[in-house]
Protein backbone atom coordinates (compact mmCIF):
# COMPACT_ATOMS: atom_id res chain seq x y z
CA UNK A 1 0.00 0.00 0.00
CA UNK A 2 1.68 3.18 -1.08
CA UNK A 3 -0.23 6.44 0.52
CA UNK A 4 -0.15 9.02 -3.00
CA UNK A 5 -3.16 6.80 -4.35
CA UNK A 6 -4.94 7.66 -1.11
CA UNK A 7 -3.67 11.11 -1.23
CA UNK A 8 -4.83 11.96 -4.78
CA UNK A 9 -8.41 10.11 -3.93
CA UNK A 10 -8.93 11.85 -0.96
CA UNK A 11 -7.77 15.95 -2.20
CA UNK A 12 -7.15 15.97 -5.93
CA UNK A 13 -9.47 13.30 -7.51
CA UNK A 14 -12.17 15.21 -9.72
CA UNK A 15 -15.32 13.45 -8.31
CA UNK A 16 -18.61 14.48 -8.72
CA UNK A 17 -19.87 13.80 -5.06
CA UNK A 18 -19.17 12.50 -1.79
CA UNK A 19 -20.03 8.78 -2.51
CA UNK A 20 -17.31 8.78 -5.37
CA UNK A 21 -14.78 10.11 -3.60
CA UNK A 22 -15.29 7.41 -0.28
CA UNK A 23 -15.32 4.64 -3.56
CA UNK A 24 -11.95 6.30 -5.20
CA UNK A 25 -10.80 6.35 -1.40
CA UNK A 26 -10.93 3.23 -0.76
CA UNK A 27 -9.50 1.77 -4.46
CA UNK A 28 -6.59 3.37 -3.37
CA UNK A 29 -5.99 2.09 0.01
CA UNK A 30 -6.14 -1.17 -1.46
CA UNK A 31 -3.77 -0.09 -4.55
CA UNK A 32 -0.59 -2.45 -4.61
CA UNK A 33 2.02 0.56 -5.61
CA UNK A 34 2.62 4.42 -5.78
CA UNK A 35 1.21 4.98 -9.41
CA UNK A 36 -2.24 3.52 -8.24
CA UNK A 37 -2.24 0.10 -10.02
CA UNK A 38 -3.44 -3.20 -9.06
CA UNK A 39 -6.45 -2.44 -6.77
CA UNK A 40 -9.31 -4.94 -6.36
CA UNK A 41 -11.24 -5.12 -3.52
CA UNK A 42 -14.68 -6.90 -3.39
CA UNK A 43 -18.10 -4.77 -4.32
CA UNK A 44 -19.03 -6.02 -0.84
CA UNK A 45 -16.01 -4.77 0.50
CA UNK A 46 -16.31 -1.46 -0.82
CA UNK A 47 -19.86 -1.41 -0.17
CA UNK A 48 -19.19 -2.17 3.60
CA UNK A 49 -16.51 0.18 3.81
CA UNK A 50 -18.76 3.16 2.68
CA UNK A 51 -21.96 1.85 4.28
CA UNK A 52 -23.96 1.79 0.79
CA UNK A 53 -25.56 -0.87 -1.32
CA UNK A 54 -23.33 -3.04 -3.54
CA UNK A 55 -25.66 -2.38 -6.50
CA UNK A 56 -25.28 1.54 -5.81
CA UNK A 57 -21.31 0.61 -5.52
CA UNK A 58 -21.32 -0.80 -8.95
CA UNK A 59 -23.04 1.84 -10.69
CA UNK A 60 -20.53 4.29 -9.27
CA UNK A 61 -17.95 2.45 -10.28
CA UNK A 62 -19.28 2.25 -13.91
CA UNK A 63 -19.22 5.96 -13.79
CA UNK A 64 -15.78 6.11 -12.61
CA UNK A 65 -14.55 4.33 -15.14
CA UNK A 66 -17.02 6.85 -17.83
CA UNK A 67 -15.13 9.90 -16.83
CA UNK A 68 -12.01 8.16 -16.83
CA UNK A 69 -10.85 8.41 -12.86
CA UNK A 70 -10.30 3.71 -12.94
CA UNK A 71 -9.81 1.86 -15.64
CA UNK A 72 -9.49 -2.17 -15.50
CA UNK A 73 -5.54 -3.29 -15.14
CA UNK A 74 -4.32 -6.50 -15.14
CA UNK A 75 -6.77 -9.10 -14.40
CA UNK A 76 -4.43 -11.59 -13.61
CA UNK A 77 -3.40 -10.24 -10.20
CA UNK A 78 -6.21 -11.56 -8.57
CA UNK A 79 -5.97 -15.01 -10.28
CA UNK A 80 -5.36 -16.87 -7.14
CA UNK A 81 -9.12 -16.10 -5.81
CA UNK A 82 -11.61 -18.76 -6.64
CA UNK A 83 -13.51 -17.83 -10.00
CA UNK A 84 -16.51 -17.21 -8.62
CA UNK A 85 -15.28 -15.09 -6.27
CA UNK A 86 -12.77 -13.26 -8.51
CA UNK A 87 -13.28 -9.20 -8.18
CA UNK A 88 -12.24 -6.62 -10.62
CA UNK A 89 -8.68 -5.21 -10.76
CA UNK A 90 -8.98 -1.76 -10.84
CA UNK A 91 -6.01 0.63 -12.01
CA UNK A 92 -6.65 4.38 -10.31
CA UNK A 93 -5.80 6.35 -13.75
CA UNK A 94 -3.32 8.95 -11.39
CA UNK A 95 -2.59 12.20 -14.03
CA UNK A 96 1.36 11.70 -14.29
CA UNK A 97 1.63 15.56 -13.42
CA UNK A 98 0.15 15.07 -10.00
CA UNK A 99 3.19 12.83 -9.03
CA UNK A 100 5.58 15.14 -7.15
CA UNK A 101 8.40 12.76 -7.68
CA UNK A 102 7.36 10.90 -10.75
CA UNK A 103 10.83 9.40 -11.31
CA UNK A 104 10.35 7.33 -7.84
CA UNK A 105 7.00 5.79 -9.14
CA UNK A 106 8.57 5.09 -11.95
CA UNK A 107 11.34 2.98 -10.39
CA UNK A 108 9.06 0.87 -8.39
CA UNK A 109 7.40 0.47 -11.82
CA UNK A 110 10.28 -1.01 -13.41
CA UNK A 111 11.30 -2.96 -10.20
CA UNK A 112 8.24 -4.72 -10.85
CA UNK A 113 8.77 -5.31 -14.67
CA UNK A 114 6.72 -2.50 -15.84
CA UNK A 115 7.24 -0.10 -18.91
CA UNK A 116 7.73 3.17 -16.82
CA UNK A 117 4.86 5.88 -17.24
CA UNK A 118 4.53 9.05 -19.55
CA UNK A 119 2.41 12.12 -19.67
CA UNK A 120 0.45 10.51 -22.36
CA UNK A 121 -0.12 7.11 -20.57
CA UNK A 122 -1.21 9.72 -17.36
CA UNK A 123 -3.39 12.73 -18.82
CA UNK A 124 -5.05 15.07 -16.94
CA UNK A 125 -8.83 14.10 -15.91
CA UNK A 126 -11.43 16.38 -16.94
CA UNK A 127 -13.56 18.12 -13.99
CA UNK A 128 -16.79 16.25 -13.25
CA UNK A 129 -19.90 17.54 -14.83
CA UNK A 130 -21.97 20.34 -13.35
CA UNK A 131 -24.54 18.89 -11.07
CA UNK A 132 -28.33 19.15 -12.43
CA UNK A 133 -30.36 21.89 -10.50
CA UNK A 134 -33.77 21.86 -9.49
CA UNK A 135 -36.15 23.81 -12.29
CA UNK A 136 -37.74 25.41 -9.38
CA UNK A 137 -34.82 26.41 -7.61
CA UNK A 138 -35.22 30.00 -6.62
CA UNK A 139 -38.78 30.38 -7.34
CA UNK A 140 -41.54 31.03 -4.20
CA UNK A 141 -43.46 28.72 -2.83
CA UNK A 142 -46.91 28.47 -2.95
CA UNK A 143 -48.68 28.32 0.40
CA UNK A 144 -51.38 25.32 0.66
CA UNK A 145 -54.96 26.17 1.44
CA UNK A 146 -56.06 24.69 4.88
CA UNK A 147 -58.56 22.82 4.74
CA UNK A 148 -62.49 23.09 6.71
CA UNK A 149 -61.69 20.02 9.23
CA UNK A 150 -58.63 22.11 10.48
CA UNK A 151 -60.52 25.45 11.05
CA UNK A 152 -62.75 25.88 14.22
CA UNK A 153 -66.17 26.50 13.67
CA UNK A 154 -67.92 29.53 14.48
CA UNK A 155 -70.21 26.92 17.16
CA UNK A 156 -66.33 26.27 18.36
CA UNK A 157 -66.71 26.74 22.32
CA UNK A 158 -63.03 27.41 22.75
CA UNK A 159 -63.44 30.51 20.01
CA UNK A 160 -65.39 32.72 21.47
CA UNK A 161 -66.82 35.18 19.08
CA UNK A 162 -67.51 38.98 19.22
CA UNK A 163 -69.71 41.13 18.01
CA UNK A 164 -69.96 41.85 14.97
CA UNK A 165 -67.48 40.44 11.81
CA UNK A 166 -67.54 37.20 13.64
CA UNK A 167 -63.83 36.91 14.28
CA UNK A 168 -62.49 35.58 17.60
CA UNK A 169 -60.71 37.15 20.37
CA UNK A 170 -58.24 36.10 23.05
CA UNK A 171 -59.30 35.54 26.10
CA UNK A 172 -58.95 38.08 29.18
CA UNK A 173 -56.08 36.91 31.32
CA UNK A 174 -57.77 35.14 34.66
CA UNK A 175 -61.05 34.02 32.71
CA UNK A 176 -59.99 30.26 32.73
CA UNK A 177 -60.45 30.77 36.42
CA UNK A 178 -63.72 29.31 37.34
CA UNK A 179 -65.80 32.09 38.96
CA UNK A 180 -67.80 29.58 41.41
CA UNK A 181 -68.23 26.63 42.53
CA UNK A 182 -64.14 25.78 42.07
CA UNK A 183 -61.95 24.39 44.80
CA UNK A 184 -59.70 26.40 46.90
CA UNK A 185 -56.81 25.37 48.57
CA UNK A 186 -57.46 24.77 52.21
CA UNK A 187 -53.94 25.79 53.54
CA UNK A 188 -53.07 28.97 54.77
CA UNK A 189 -49.08 28.26 55.69
CA UNK A 190 -46.24 28.57 53.15
CA UNK A 191 -45.54 24.88 52.13
CA UNK A 192 -41.66 24.53 53.32
CA UNK A 193 -39.31 22.17 51.59
CA UNK A 194 -37.42 19.85 53.24
CA UNK A 195 -34.00 20.75 53.17
CA UNK A 196 -31.51 17.79 52.46
CA UNK A 197 -28.44 17.07 54.70
CA UNK A 198 -25.64 18.83 53.44
CA UNK A 199 -23.12 16.16 52.00
CA UNK A 200 -19.79 15.63 53.89
CA UNK A 201 -16.74 17.28 52.93
CA UNK A 202 -14.91 15.23 49.99
CA UNK A 203 -11.63 14.70 51.45
CA UNK A 204 -9.21 16.01 49.03
CA UNK A 205 -5.98 13.80 48.23
CA UNK A 206 -2.31 15.20 49.28
CA UNK A 207 -0.79 17.16 46.37
CA UNK A 208 1.51 15.45 44.00
CA UNK A 209 4.78 16.09 44.18
CA UNK A 210 6.05 17.57 41.18
CA UNK A 211 7.71 15.27 38.64
CA UNK A 212 11.61 15.50 38.34
CA UNK A 213 11.36 16.94 34.88
CA UNK A 214 9.33 19.75 36.26
CA UNK A 215 11.95 20.69 38.32
CA UNK A 216 14.38 23.71 37.05
CA UNK A 217 17.08 22.41 34.97
CA UNK A 218 15.29 18.86 34.53
CA UNK A 219 17.74 17.74 37.06
CA UNK A 220 16.43 15.04 40.02
CA UNK A 221 17.09 15.95 43.42
CA UNK A 222 16.16 12.48 44.19
CA UNK A 223 18.67 10.95 42.40
CA UNK A 224 20.90 8.35 44.54
CA UNK A 225 25.04 7.97 44.34
CA UNK A 226 25.35 5.56 41.81
CA UNK A 227 22.24 7.11 39.24
CA UNK A 228 24.20 10.17 39.62
CA UNK A 229 27.44 8.44 38.56
CA UNK A 230 25.24 6.71 35.29
CA UNK A 231 23.83 9.92 34.63
CA UNK A 232 27.72 11.55 34.22
CA UNK A 233 29.00 8.75 32.29
CA UNK A 234 25.88 9.61 30.38
CA UNK A 235 26.46 13.16 29.53
CA UNK A 236 30.54 12.36 28.61
CA UNK A 237 29.22 9.94 26.03
CA UNK A 238 26.63 11.85 24.46
CA UNK A 239 29.07 14.82 24.36
CA UNK A 240 31.77 12.90 22.77
CA UNK A 241 29.40 10.79 20.13
CA UNK A 242 27.10 13.88 18.41
CA UNK A 243 24.63 10.49 17.12
CA UNK A 244 23.41 9.90 20.33
CA UNK A 245 22.96 14.09 21.30
CA UNK A 246 20.76 13.41 24.05
CA UNK A 247 18.40 16.29 25.93
CA UNK A 248 18.58 16.91 30.07
CA UNK A 249 14.69 15.07 30.47
CA UNK A 250 16.14 12.72 28.67
CA UNK A 251 19.09 11.63 30.71
CA UNK A 252 17.07 11.57 33.75
CA UNK A 253 14.86 9.37 32.56
CA UNK A 254 17.62 6.52 31.40
CA UNK A 255 20.29 6.89 34.02
CA UNK A 256 18.42 4.80 36.51
CA UNK A 257 18.66 2.50 33.56
CA UNK A 258 22.46 3.12 33.37
CA UNK A 259 22.73 2.82 37.18
CA UNK A 260 21.54 -0.62 37.36
CA UNK A 261 24.87 -1.52 34.56
CA UNK A 262 26.63 0.11 37.35
CA UNK A 263 25.34 -2.02 39.85
CA UNK A 264 26.27 -5.28 37.97
CA UNK A 265 29.66 -4.50 37.68
CA UNK A 266 30.30 -2.57 34.68
CA UNK A 267 32.50 0.45 34.35
CA UNK A 268 31.95 3.38 32.08
CA UNK A 269 34.30 1.94 29.38
CA UNK A 270 31.74 -0.99 29.13
CA UNK A 271 29.09 1.15 29.42
CA UNK A 272 30.13 3.41 26.27
CA UNK A 273 31.33 0.38 24.53
CA UNK A 274 27.50 -1.29 24.39
CA UNK A 275 26.06 1.89 23.21
CA UNK A 276 28.61 3.42 20.93
CA UNK A 277 29.46 0.14 18.82
CA UNK A 278 27.58 -0.60 15.55
CA UNK A 279 25.65 2.70 15.05
CA UNK A 280 24.18 3.46 11.92
CA UNK A 281 25.08 6.78 10.24
CA UNK A 282 21.71 8.87 10.83
CA UNK A 283 20.35 7.58 14.28
CA UNK A 284 16.47 8.69 13.91
CA UNK A 285 15.90 8.49 18.00
CA UNK A 286 18.73 8.59 19.88
CA UNK A 287 17.09 7.96 23.47
CA UNK A 288 15.01 5.17 22.05
CA UNK A 289 17.93 3.89 20.50
CA UNK A 290 20.26 4.42 24.35
CA UNK A 291 17.31 3.02 25.72
CA UNK A 292 16.81 0.03 23.61
CA UNK A 293 20.47 -0.93 24.15
CA UNK A 294 20.53 -0.55 27.59
CA UNK A 295 17.95 -3.19 28.34
CA UNK A 296 18.82 -5.76 25.64
CA UNK A 297 22.53 -5.19 26.25
CA UNK A 298 22.38 -5.35 30.03
CA UNK A 299 24.95 -8.00 31.71
CA UNK A 300 23.53 -10.32 34.11
CA UNK A 301 23.87 -10.37 37.62
CA UNK A 302 27.17 -12.23 38.69
CA UNK A 303 26.84 -14.94 40.88
CA UNK A 304 28.47 -14.86 44.61
CA UNK A 305 31.85 -15.82 45.63
CA UNK A 306 32.28 -19.66 45.38
CA UNK A 307 29.02 -20.55 43.64
CA UNK A 308 29.77 -22.61 40.99
CA UNK A 309 33.54 -22.87 41.56
CA UNK A 310 35.01 -26.66 42.10
CA UNK A 311 37.19 -27.96 44.75
CA UNK A 312 40.98 -28.51 44.19
CA UNK A 313 41.00 -31.66 41.93
CA UNK A 314 43.43 -34.45 43.95
CA UNK A 315 44.24 -36.26 41.30
CA UNK A 316 41.90 -38.96 41.37
CA UNK A 317 39.98 -40.86 38.52
CA UNK A 318 41.32 -41.93 35.15
CA UNK A 319 39.05 -39.54 32.95
CA UNK A 320 40.74 -36.59 31.63
CA UNK A 321 37.65 -34.19 32.22
CA UNK A 322 38.07 -35.12 36.17
CA UNK A 323 39.48 -32.05 36.69
CA UNK A 324 36.02 -30.07 35.70
CA UNK A 325 33.67 -32.18 35.88
CA UNK A 326 32.69 -33.62 39.50
CA UNK A 327 31.59 -36.45 37.61
CA UNK A 328 34.79 -37.84 37.10
CA UNK A 329 36.27 -37.96 40.55
CA UNK A 330 35.72 -41.23 41.66
CA UNK A 331 38.50 -43.50 43.71
CA UNK A 332 37.84 -47.33 44.18
CA UNK A 333 33.98 -46.75 42.11
CA UNK A 334 32.97 -44.39 44.64
CA UNK A 335 32.80 -40.65 44.91
CA UNK A 336 35.87 -39.16 46.02
CA UNK A 337 36.00 -38.10 49.67
CA UNK A 338 38.63 -35.86 49.39
CA UNK A 339 37.31 -33.31 46.04
CA UNK A 340 34.38 -34.54 44.66
CA UNK A 341 31.77 -31.48 45.89
CA UNK A 342 29.04 -33.61 47.50
CA UNK A 343 31.11 -35.46 49.87
CA UNK A 344 32.79 -32.64 50.77
CA UNK A 345 29.10 -31.24 51.68
CA UNK A 346 28.01 -33.80 53.55
CA UNK A 347 31.15 -34.09 55.26
Known amino acids: MSLDPILWALKDAPVADSLERLILVTLGERAARADGCTAFPSRDTIAATVMADPKTVQRVLQRLVKRGLIAKGDQSAARYIRADRRPTVYDLLIPYAWFPNPARMNDERIQAGLPPLTMEDRPDIAPPPDRKRRSDLGQPRTPSVRGDSQSRGPGDSQSPRTEGDG????????????????????????????????????PQAPAATPPAEGREGGRSAALSDIEQRAYDVLVLIALD?????????ELVR???????WLERGADAGQLRRA????????????????????????????PAAGVG???????????????????????????????HPAMLGAA
Not at 276 to 296: F, I
Open 167 to 202: GTESPVRGDSQFPAGGLEDPRTTPVITPEEPPLPPT
Open 241 to 249: EPRLTLGER
Open 254 to 260: LAPLAAV
Open 275 to 302: LTAGLPEQVGSPAGLVRRRLLDKLPPVR
Open 309 to 339: QLPPWCGCGDHPAAEFNPRWRVRDGELCPTC
